[in-house]
């Protein structure tokens, strides 16, 4: 199995290499040459364990990897950091299945895929031979850099630096990246958004200048963001899990059709779920949820993907995680849509890079694809009121990105009528966005963060993860805020 870049450059890599090398040189995110269909029948696969699923999953997609190396990933990565039953849980309620994602180290969906990541970059550079020391640059919307300072905190042979932007993350969110310890770790606050984030990360990325002055070093770059490859296939495997275990569970037959709604910011964890389905797995529709940055939903409903300030403003919600305008794997399912059209996809990223807006054409070949993907959002209001209303109805708790989810998926189930058993992705515990979380329940009067975690904990009665528990008290060590030109110098430091 080799890797492709979406910007169309000829040379064409090992898994391994695309793990290491994050993104591709010409700027295109690396994609499998083939999507490879699931090894198993996934009613074969009823009983299994998720390690078991998530095994066979890895290694169709890193097929130069060894099944004892593979082995030794998928145990390492999955073993009881998770606190759920089996890695993550599906709860059904009012109506859907919530896949509950965030039963790991730092309590959002993010650690399904990064407490793996650097076992599989461990491996692969072992297996290129490569003994260089790697530099992991993060850009983070606010789970991504927890996630990512826990999987590489002090792992031998690597570093990481995190960049998160200075108030657009919650009071826990930050706390938990600020207080992150380790030997190999640095986290900045950013003066400017997420997007401002990871435009510059891409850019140091692939600057000459600062790859050269690393390479004397002895230093390679590598990313954890969900551009890498080996973030976004680990990913697909809990699709399959979902699906092996909705036919575990009667829900459904073999070969029936699922939907599935997804809280959506990067792309990245709606794309794995296309991944899945090209596999094998049966999907109906993708339901795409934004909150009040809805680029995605105009996008889908209109053709036009459109960041231009004059036409839209970047907004702080209360789903933080998905404050994004430009979301990334985007180009990846336009690439996979179009027929692997490399031309189309470099003209329509070179004209959101200068024009800041792309339009595909009815007549560009992607349009069939993407019927299979439907699109809303949720305004900050809707968010407190679906959490509040499914607290209310049915005592389950949800943070405020899968509410946003919830509330796109009713409004889906409304205007098609489809009743097909539909897997939600929760995507994080609500003990992470308390403050929102507790107005939304009716726990008012939280002076702070912390103080409305304790409330939302006495009212709720539902256990406060590990990693949340006690967070005010421990060491702030990461307190630095920079500008966005000022990125680049702390990489060089
Ligand atoms: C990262 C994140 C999202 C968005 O996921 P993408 O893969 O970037 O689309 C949604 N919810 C939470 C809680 C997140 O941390």
């Not at 997007?195 to 000459?208: G, R």
């Not at 390679?220 to 697909?236: D, E, K, M, T, Y």
């Not at 596999?279 to 009040?292: D, Q, T, Y």
């Not at 919830?406 to 609500?430: F, L, M, N, Q, W």
Request: with cysteine; hydrophobic share 40%.
């Amino acid at each position: 199995m080799f890797y492709e870049s979406t910007r169309g450059s000829l040379n064409k890599l090992t898994g391994a290499q695309a793990v290491i090398r994050g993104i591709s040189e010409d700027r295109g995110l690396y994609v499998p040459e083939i999507i490879p269909k699931l090894p198993f029948r996934p009613e074969d696969m009823v009983g299994k364990t998720y390690r078991e699923i998530a095994l066979e999953v890895l290694l169709a997609f890193f097929d130069d990897f060894k099944r004892e190396d593979m082995e030794y990933c998928v145990n390492g990565a999955y073993d009881e950091k998770f606190t759920a039953s089996d890695v993550c849980e599906i709860n059904y309620a009012d109506g859907a299945h919530f896949l509950e994602l965030y039963h790991g180290k730092t309590a959002a969906f993010k650690d399904m895929a990064l407490s793996i990541l650097p076992y599989l970059l461990t491996i692969s550079l072992r297996m290129e031979g490569i003994t260089d020391k790697v530099l992991i640059l993060t850009a983070t919307s606010g789970d991504t850099g927890k996630a990512a300072l826990e999987g590489f905190a002090d792992v031998p042979g690597t570093g990481i630096i995190v960049f998160y932007p200075d108030g657009g993350v919650s009071q826990l969110q930050r706390a938990q990246m600020v207080t992150q310890e380790g030997e190999n770790v640095k986290v900045y606050a950013v003066k400017g958004n997420f997007d401002d984030c990871q435009t510059m990360v891409k850019k140091i990325f692939n600057d000459e200048a600062i790859r050269a002055e690393l390479r004397e070093k002895n230093v390679i770059f590598s990313s954890a963001n969900s551009i890498n490859i080996g973030r976004l296939v680990p990913q697909v495997a809990y699709y399959v899990y979902s699906y092996v275990k909705l036919i575990e569970r009667g829900v459904i037959r073999a070969g029936d059709p699922i939907n599935v709604a997804v809280p959506t910011g990067n792309f990245g964890n709606i794309l794995a779920a296309y991944f899945a389905h090209l596999m094998g797995i049966p999907v109906n529709k993708f339901i795409v949820a934004s909150n009040e940055n809805k680029v995605l939903t105009d996008f889908l409903n209109t053709g036009l993907y459109d960041i231009r300030p004059e036409t839209r403003d970047f907004r702080l919600t209360n789903s933080p995680s998905m404050d994004i305008l430009v979301s990334s794997n985007l180009e990846r399912l336009l690439y996979l849509l179009s027929g692997r059209d490399s031309v189309l996809v470099n003209d329509w990223m070179n004209s959101l890079e200068m024009l800041k807006f792309y339009t595909v054409m009815d007549s560009d070949p992607l349009q069939e694809g993407l019927k299979r993907f439907y699109a809303g959002f949720a305004t900050e209001e809707e968010t407190l009121r679906t959490i509040g209303e499914m607290w209310d109805r049915n005592h389950y708790l949800m943070d405020t990105h899968t509410a946003v989810c919830k509330k796109v998926y009713d409004d889906y189930v409304r205007e098609t009528g489809d009743h097909i058993p539909t897997v939600i992705c929760s995507t994080a515990s609500a003990y992470k966005f308390p403050k929102a979380v507790g107005d939304a329940i009716g726990c008012e009067g939280a002076e702070d963060g912390f103080d409305a975690l304790r409330k939302l904990n006495k009212r709720t009665g539902v256990s406060v993860p590990c990693g949340l528990r006690d967070l005010d008290k421990r060491k702030v060590r990461h307190s630095e805020v920079i500008s966005i030109e000022e990125m680049e110098e702390k990489v060089r430091a």
